[in-house]
């Protein structure tokens, strides 16, 4: 079935024992073989559990599901370039942070586990605190006091217990250690379960194009959650010989807190944290991503690249994409404006994918100030 394994000292767990990082500190990986039946996948209903096989929870009685994934691939047109999007923004909790709650509280669920913590900027809180709320497993959701109104009233919907901490998104994930000591951190970042969710977002554009990976995809990173998950899918098809290569990965971050643009640039292999400036893009303003190596790693590994993308450039994109008819937050218009910016440099046809990460309902009031 597969099992857990440290990244520094290379220790090695059962996947059923209820660890969320190893002894010596450091942050866990899955190492699991997939299977990828095309004749079950394709009559299946769809949603991300299609590829059931490829997804190390135990037992089906424990999955923990809306029915999510499966989001449309829609051509959108920047510049008049055609970009496949991905429409993560339509899922149950309105972000792409679903894709990797089911299937980390699914994993909860089979432990046995009763209650849970995370911390986040407000989308993963969202989601893990709306599975949860499915599985009937209490939690704690640990945000920063100047999160979103809308995403707090969210979680708060949830009947999640909601902790405000005071100053940076970083305060808070050292707040929420304290408690994750005592129990288990459904930690979108520490928890290598919930990259095999978000890892399905590559099966499904795969599969969608055919069982054809697409030159180049686009995405955002603050913890990196989607690109390493993204990377994971793309790298599990290729190894199984359903598709012939990976993408390159360009990888979007905001200009006032952008870590991982930094250290690419200069050469480095670890992430130095930065000082992080006031922007838009909340949720993948991240000062010290835990897994910034790793995010380096793939990019690199795939001949991508880094972007930064300024307030003005999130605020411009937002409002281009209103007229379109997409309602998106201004997160994710942070990618959609890096779209712009790689388009700008390529020199012949691409099949690009990105993504929308998050609804625009979920930041009504930033979106309100900004249409003003």
Not at 173 to 187: D, F, R
Not at 283 to 299: N, S, W
């Amino acid at each position: 079935m597969g099992e857990l394994i440290c990244t520094v000292c290379n220790q090695t767990y059962s996947l059923n024992d209820p660890r969320w990082r190893c002894e010596c500190g450091s942050i866990l990986d899955i190492a699991f073989t997939p299977i990828f039946d095309m004749g079950r996948i394709a009559g299946r209903k769809p949603t991300m559990w299609r590829y059931r096989e490829a997804i190390p929870v135990g037992r089906d009685a424990d999955i923990v599901s809306f029915d999510e994934g499966f989001t449309p691939l829609l051509e959108v047109r920047f510049r008049d370039f055609p970009v496949l999007i991905k429409q993560d923004h339509l899922f149950p909790s309105a972000s792409y942070k679903d894709r990797g709650a089911s299937v980390l509280i699914s994993k909860v669920k089979e432990l046995g586990i009763k209650s849970v913590v995370e911390d986040s900027s407000g989308n993963a809180g969202c989601a893990i605190a709306a599975y949860c709320a499915r599985a009937g497993i209490r939690c704690e959701i640990f945000v920063p006091e100047d999160t979103s109104p809308a995403k707090l009233a969210q979680i708060r919907l949830y009947n999640a217990s909601l902790k405000l901490i005071p100053g940076s998104r970083e305060d808070t994930a050292e707040a929420v250690l304290a408690s994750a000591e005592k129990g288990y951190y459904a930690s979108h970042s520490w928890n290598p379960f919930f990259f095999q969710g978000t890892k399905t977002f590559a099966y499904e554009v795969c599969e969608q194009l055919g069982w054809k990976s697409p030159d180049t995809i686009i995405l955002p990173a603050g913890n990196g959650t989607l690109v390493l998950g993204a990377f994971i899918g793309f790298t599990e098809l290729r190894d199984a010989g359903v598709i012939d290569k990976i993408p390159k990965i360009i990888v979007v971050q905001s200009e006032n807190c952008a870590p991982l643009y930094t250290a690419f640039h200069i050469g480095l292999r670890d992430v130095p944290p930065v000082e992080k400036g006031d922007t838009l893009a909340e949720g993948i303003a991240i000062a010290d991503p835990i897994r910034g190596e790793q995010i380096l790693k793939v990019v690199r590994e795939t001949d991508g690249d880094f972007i930064t993308v300024s307030d003005d450039e999130v605020m411009n994109s937002l409002r281009e994409l209103g007229r379109g008819g997409f309602c998106i937050e201004p997160t994710s218009a942070a990618t959609t404006a890096g779209i712009g910016k790689y388009i700008e440099r390529i020199q012949s046809s691409e099949v690009i994918v990105s993504v929308f990460t998050g609804h625009g309902l979920k930041s009504t009031e930033k979106i309100g100030k900004i249409m003003k």
